[in-house]
């Protein structure tokens, strides 16, 4: 589904959008996309875009996709919308200095048998490297046809065309399944990053996420940037780029934001311990560092660590901060 919650937005209610009235817009050009960069943090610079659908309705003014794409989405119309995103998107991207450009797709996208081909012409026709494209999808949308989702990111990725995990650490599942899908990059949903800088917790859930991002080897993007103070906490865990309104607001136009210099040290830097904080035991790290591998997620690992019955360094259950905190000091 190409769309993407921007940070920041006003809630609205979700309107009953007739097909036939969405294709006419489509067809007046009122359905446009948006750019939003996302930004390198290690060399601060800008590395892509996302692509977001929005509508500028005649009377409604200009509408967010949370306002249309869920009465589409599961419709007749959705391929066509899909394919004008990924042509357009490839189109505007071409004309970009070396920058790639993300699509998001949905369930229904990731498992239809148009897809690859619908990539394939729409990258070759606007003449865009395929590793300058990146398909993002949510972990929700993995868990439907697993065998199509994964034949048509694998084909895509063998022709050198990213693919995105978004909404990453929103899941209580197992991150196993990663192991067999060329993902190459986890997106840290942005209620993760609100209380970066200023929550203890905060700070620590995202940390656990990046490493989990290293252990299994793929690139970390954080959503929903606001301050200089959250991109600051995300350079110092060693998160790899970000997006947000603090580097710039999605647009018609992609508009490249002045940045500031690269910071002299990019390097994760380890937090400091409260007074007689200790990793709980041994034992707990042998089992942590054992999932952390397999790839499990926060939830996963402070749940079996439970159910082992083994306890903080504090005498508490373990929970997602908790985790990540203890991750850090491995």
Same mark, same amino acid.
């Given at each position: ?6 940070? %920041?937005? #006003? ?14 817009? !489509? ?22 875009? #996302? ?8 009377? %409604? ?8 794409? *869920? ?43 148009? &897809? ?16 300058? =494209? ?7 949308? =993995?868990? %439907? ?30 991150? &196993? ?45 954080? #959503? %929903? ?34 940045? *500031? ?6 390097? *994760? ?12 035991? #041994?034992?707990?790290?042998?089992? !942590? ?20 019955? =083994? ?18 000091? &491995?």
């Amino acid at each position: 589904m190409p769309a993407s919650r921007s940070s %920041g937005a #006003e809630s609205r209610p979700r309107a009953v959008v007739p097909m036939d009235e969405f294709r006419g817009a !489509m067809q007046r050009a009122e359905v446009v996309l948006h750019y939003q960069p996302i930004v390198d943090l290690r060399a601060m610079t800008v590395r892509a875009a #996302e692509a977001l659908i929005r509508w500028q309705h005649p009377t %409604g003014g200009l509408l967010p996709p949370d306002d249309f794409l *869920p009465a589409l989405v599961h419709t007749p119309l959705m391929p066509a919308i899909t394919d004008w995103v990924l042509r357009t998107a490839a189109t505007a991207a071409a004309d970009w200095p070396g920058l790639g450009v993300t699509v998001n797709i949905s369930a229904a996208d990731a498992t239809s048998r148009g &897809l690859v081909d619908a990539t394939r012409t729409a990258i070759a026709d606007a003449g865009l490297p395929p590793n300058r =494209l990146t398909l993002e999808i949510t972990e929700q949308a =993995l868990m %439907g046809d697993l065998a199509r989702t994964t034949d048509n990111l694998r084909q895509l990725a063998d022709d050198g065309v990213h693919v995105s995990l978004d909404d990453f650490g929103t899941g209580y599942s197992s991150l &196993l399944f990663l192991r067999d899908l060329p993902i190459d990059e986890i997106k840290i949903d942005a209620h993760f990053i609100r209380g970066v800088g200023s929550s203890r917790d905060d700070d620590a859930i995202v940390a656990g996420l990046v490493k989990l991002g290293q252990a299994i080897g793929v690139r970390v993007v954080a #959503e %929903g940037v606001e301050t200089t103070r959250q991109a600051e906490a995300l350079i110092s865990v060693g998160c790899d780029a970000a997006q947000g309104f603090v580097f710039g607001r999605a647009a018609e136009r992609l508009m490249l934001p002045t940045l *500031p210099e690269p910071p002299a040290v990019a390097r *994760p830097t380890q937090q400091r311990r409260r007074r007689g904080e200790r990793l709980a035991t #041994e034992e707990a790290a042998q089992l !942590m560092n054992a999932l952390l591998a397999d790839g499990a997620s926060l939830h996963t690992i402070a749940a079996r660590l439970n159910k082992e019955g =083994l306890r903080t360094a504090q005498g508490t259950r373990w929970v997602a901060a908790s985790v990540g905190r203890a991750l850090t000091q &491995l």
